[in-house]
């Protein structure tokens, strides 16, 4: 059985930082891609970032180049978002996926999200 699990939500003020992390289980990260994606109330989702599977090229939606970092560690099956100058945008529910397919398409297996609040 696939599971995603993210983790590292938390209410930060603006200009704050926090790292989320996705835990893989029940599949091989190395061939997957993997991408973050945010959805704020009222709002569709978003496609956030993404890293490839084969040579760890990564991808980042305008708004967050510079400031947020995707990366991922295979030994521990874990890709992680870290998210830096946080914004009072940036809050939303972080979810990750992946996808065997590329970046951008094909995400088969979905986590349940991790809250996080931009706020004074």
């Known amino acids: 059985q696939v599971q995603l699990v993210e983790s590292g939500g938390a209410l930060v003020q603006p200009g704050g930082s926090l790292r989320l992390s996705c835990a893989v289980s029940?599949?091989?990260?190395?061939?997957?891609?993997i991408g973050w994606f945010r959805q704020a109330p009222g709002k569709e989702r978003e496609g956030v970032s993404c890293i490839s599977s084969s040579d760890g090229s990564t991808y980042y939606v305008d708004s967050v180049k510079g400031r947020f970092t995707i990366s991922r560690d295979n030994a521990k099956n874990t890709v992680y978002l870290q998210m830096n100058s946080l914004e009072p945008e940036d809050t939303a529910v972080y979810y990750c996926a992946t996808s065997l397919v590329a970046c951008g398409v094909g995400y088969a297996y979905w986590g349940q999200g991790t809250q996080v609040t931009v706020s004074s």
């Open positions: 029940g599949l091989t990260l190395d061939y997957y891609f």
